[in-house]
């Protein structure tokens, strides 16, 4: 019984960490998508999705180091003042947090990434309009603050505007990391999260984290881009399929 205990409070956190950030470190973006679906069976989506936010700043933070010739920083000014307001939209709704109807739409979306990346579709190189940058960047405020899972939608605007991958790669985790700040701040300001058990979540949980992005660096270095692809398109599925059977047995 203790063993079971202890896996389930401790272990078991831990190797989804550890897994959602070697995706992380793999592609850039990522680790919200494998982590909220598989620790929801677990853990209420009010406690997982701050404690992700967290745990993505220092994780965005080293990746961003290892990369950082490639970091395009003129895109930041594209889309950041518009994802402040998709934060406050989403400040509004944060009593969906922790419904099935979140849930479920949080997994469609999830599988529905998965469902393009296994088939291979890719965007073409367009610089966007100043109308798409300020949509995209209300997305990113969105869902990043919702659900902490806005990586899909920042890769998406940023393949339009990079034709090479290691910029995208690079540029990825730091929007991503202005996104989370920007996300734990109105988060905070509704009331959402009790941030002491956050904080105490976070601060055992981020050296796995930091692991799992090193792991994830290193791997991507050693294996084909078409396979690393592949491989994390497919956990995402799983994810999203999980996350959709909790959403039917949600109580």
């Given at each position: 019984?203790?063993?079971v205990?202890?896996?389930?409070?401790?272990?078991?956190?831990?190797?989804?960490v550890?897994?959602?950030?070697?995706?992380?470190?793999?592609?850039?973006?990522?680790?919200?998508?494998?982590?909220?679906?598989?620790?929801?069976?677990q853990?209420?989506?009010?406690?997982?999705?701050?404690?992700?936010?967290?745990?993505?700043?220092?994780?965005?933070?080293?990746?961003?180091?290892?990369?950082?010739?490639?970091?395009?920083?003129?895109?930041?000014?594209?889309?950041?003042?518009?994802?402040i307001?998709?934060?406050?939209?989403?400040?509004m709704?944060?009593?969906?947090?922790?419904?099935?109807?979140?849930?479920?739409?949080?997994?469609?979306?999830?599988?529905?990434?998965?469902?393009?990346?296994?088939?291979?579709?890719?965007?073409r190189?367009?610089?966007?309009?100043?109308?798409?940058n300020?949509?995209?960047?209300?997305?990113?405020?969105?869902?990043?603050?919702?659900?902490?899972?806005?990586?899909?939608?920042?890769?998406?605007w940023?393949t339009?505007?990079?034709?090479?991958?290691?910029d995208?790669?690079?540029?990825?985790?730091?929007?991503?990391?202005?996104?989370?700040?920007?996300?734990?701040?109105?988060?905070?300001?509704?009331?959402?999260?009790?941030m002491?058990?956050?904080?105490?979540?976070?601060?055992?949980?981020?050296?796995m984290?930091?692991?799992?992005?090193?792991?994830?660096?290193?791997?991507n270095?050693?294996i084909?881009?078409?396979?690393?692809?592949?491989?994390?398109?497919?956990?995402?599925?799983?994810?999203?399929?999980?996350?959709?059977?909790?959403?039917?047995?949600?109580?």
């Open positions: 019984m203790l063993d205990a202890l896996w389930n409070g401790l272990g078991y956190p831990a190797l989804v550890l897994l959602g950030y070697c995706v992380f470190g793999m592609t850039g973006f990522g680790s919200a998508l494998v982590i909220i679906p598989l620790l929801s069976w853990w209420p989506l009010s406690a997982i999705v701050p404690t992700v936010l967290l745990l993505d700043i220092p994780a965005s933070i080293a990746h961003t180091g290892m990369n950082l010739k490639h970091v395009r920083w003129t895109l930041v000014p594209k889309v950041m003042p518009f994802a307001v998709g934060a406050w939209l989403a400040s709704a944060h009593a969906w947090g922790d419904s099935a109807w979140a849930l479920s739409v949080l997994g469609l979306y999830i599988c529905w990434v998965a469902a393009r990346g296994l088939r291979g579709q890719t965007q190189f367009e610089p966007s309009s100043p109308w798409v300020s949509m995209a960047g209300t997305l990113m405020g969105l869902i990043e603050t919702l659900f902490g899972t806005a990586g899909p939608v920042v890769m998406a940023l339009r505007q990079e034709r090479k991958i290691e995208v790669r690079a540029t990825a985790p730091l929007l991503i990391l202005i996104t989370v700040c920007i996300a734990l701040f109105s988060n905070g300001l509704s009331g959402r999260s009790d002491d058990q956050v904080l105490a979540q976070t601060l055992w949980l981020a050296p984290a930091l692991l799992g992005g090193w792991l994830g660096h290193r791997f270095a050693r084909q881009p078409v396979t690393a692809r592949k491989t994390v398109h497919a956990v995402l599925l799983l994810s999203g399929i999980s996350l959709l059977l909790r959403s039917i047995v949600f109580v």
